[in-house]
C-alpha cells in the first residue's frame, strides 16, 4: 500500500526515467564510438576526438549543432531532437576520457615552427598554456593533426561559424604555412 | 597634426600589424589590449546553453532588502535576456547564441514556455507594440501579427527597412518602443575599441513600419537596456565601458539622453572623463555628454527599468533597477547582482545601493552561479528578472515582511 503514496511513486518515476535516460545516452554512445572511437579518441580522418574537452565546450557545441547553427550535415542529422538531458550526459561522459594523441611522428622545425606561431597569436590565452582548454573553450593539445588544420582553414575562409566570431578573426591573415606548423605542434601535445 | 596621432592610435590598436604585407584585425573583443596585459588569462565567460532544471537553482542564496521576496518563475529557457509583455499577458524573451525567442504563458500557480522562433543570429532585441512582437536579430528584422492569439503565425519580414549594418560584434540588440511609438534600437561599436564606422556607436529611433530613421545619440559603446523617465519622458541608458585598460577603469556608464544629438564620448573619452590610451584627440572629452552616474568597472550594465508601481515601498517610485550581469575583463570579479539607482530628473545625485545579491560567490576565483540581465515590471507591481546564465526568471515582490 505504501506504494501507492505519491512520494514514492514519484521516487520510483524518477528512478525509472533515469535508467531508461542511461539506456539512451548508452545507445548513443555506442553510435558516437563508430566514428569517434571506443576512447574518445578519434581513429578516423577529420573526425575530432572528444576525450577531455571541456564540458561546456560540448554541450554548446552539441546544443548549436541540434539547432541547426553550426555542425556538419551529418552531425546535424544524427543529433536531431536530442535532448538536453542526453547533451549534459554525452558531455560529461567524454570530458571525462582521457585524450590520446593520435599522430606522434614530430617532424621537429614543423613542430618548433608551430610553437612559435601559436606563442606569438597568443592561442594560450583562452585554451590556456598547456592547450587543454577550458570552459566554452575547446582542448587543442592531442586533437587530430587533421581536424586542427580543417578546422582553422574552415574559420579563416568563413565555413565555419563559432557561438561568435572570436576564432574567424583570431586565426586572420596568417599564412597557411603557419596554420600547419600550428596543426603539427598542438596535434603532438600531451 | 591630429590626423597623424589618430593614424598612430589607430595602428597602435591593431597591433601594428599595419607594418605587415596583410593587415590582421585582432578579434573585437582583444582589441585595445596592452603588450603589459599580453599574458592575462581573461576571456569571456561561459554561458550555459542547456536547460537548468528547476531543482538545481540556488534561488533560496538570492539576497534581497528586508521585506522583499523573491521566487524561482520560470525556467528552462537557456539564455533568456530581455522581456516585453503583450497585451494579454504573454512574456517574449530574446537570447543571444542560442537563436531562440521564447514565450512564456502564466496559469497562474505555473508557467509553461514555447520557442516561438529559433536559428536566428543572436535575436535579443524583443519588443511588442499593436498588437504584435517585434524580434530582431543582428541581420533580421521580423513582425508576429497577433501571435498571442495565433501561436502559429508567420512572420512579416522588415530586414529591408531597418537597414541593418553588417558586423556582428556588439550588434545584439536590446530594443523598446518610447512613450512616442517609436522603436529604439541601438548600433554598439563593432570592436572594443576603434574608430566606429559611421552606422555605428548610437541609438537610433524607427516608425513601427521601419520608416523615419533618425540617429538620436552618438559616442554610444554599447547599450544593452535603456527606458524613460516616468515624468519627464527622457530615455535613459546604460553602456559598457571599453576592456583592456585595467581592472578598475573605464566604468560601465548609465546615461540620459536630454536632447536628440548628443555625443556620448566614445571612443575619445570614457565614464566621467577618462580619455582613452589608444584612440587620441586633442580635448577627448569637449562636448561630450557625461553620464549620470558610474556603473562599476566591467560591470556589464544591461536592463534598466523605472519603478511605477504601487507593490514595493513608496522610496522605491520613480527610481530604476538595473541589472549587472558581470565582468570578465578584471580579475577579481565584480557586479552578477540588481542595482537600485536614485537620481533626480534632471540626472544630479546619482546614488547606486546593492538590491539584488548573491549570484556572486567568490570574486577572486570567479565563482558565479547566476547572471541577472533584464528587469520587467508586471501589472502587480511585483519585478521579473532574467538569469540569463541559467535560462531563469526570478519573480520579486514585497509584502513587508508580514508573512512568513
Redesign the interface.
Known sequence: MRLLQPRRWGIFLTAFFISVAQAQTEERLKLCAGCHGTDGNSPIAGTPSLAGQPR?FL??YL??TR???RGTDVMRQLLKGIT??E??ALAAHYAKLAPRAQSIDVDRKLFERGRAVAAKN?CG??H?TDYRGR???PRLAGQREDFLAEAMFAYQQNRRAG????MA??L???PSADIRALAHYLARLR | MIRTAITASLLLAFGG?QAQD?????????QGKPAAM????L?P???????TPAGEIPVDKIKVPKGFKVELWASGM?GARAMAQGDKGKIYIGTR????VYEVTDHGDKRTSRVVI??LTQPAGVAYANGSLYVIAIDKVLRFDGIEDKPEVQPVDMTDKFALPKE??HNWKYIAFGPDKKLYVPFGAPCNICEPPKEYAQIRRYNADGSGMEVLATGVRNTQGFDWHPKTGELWFTDHGRDWMGDNGPEDELNRIDKAGNFYGYPYCHAKGVVDIDIKKKDACKGVTLPVATMGPHAAVMGVKFYTGTMFPKEYQNTMFIARKGSWNRTVKLGFDVVNVRASADGKSAKVTPFMTGFLEDPKEAKFWGRPAYIHQMKDGSLLVTDEQLGAIYRVSYDGGKKK
Open positions: 561546456v554541450e554548446n546544443v548549436l539547432e541547426g547553427l538536453d538531458r547533451i549534459v597568443r590565452t583562452c590556456l570552459e566554452q573553450m557561438g561568435d566570431t572570436i578573426a583570431s586572420y591573415g596568417i | 600589424a596583410k593587415p590582421k584585425p585582432p578579434p573585437a573583443w582583444h599580453a599574458d592575462s588569462k576571456a565567460l561561459a554561458g550555459k546553453m542547456t536547460e537557456p547564441t542560442i537563436g531562440r529559433d536559428k556582428q560584434h
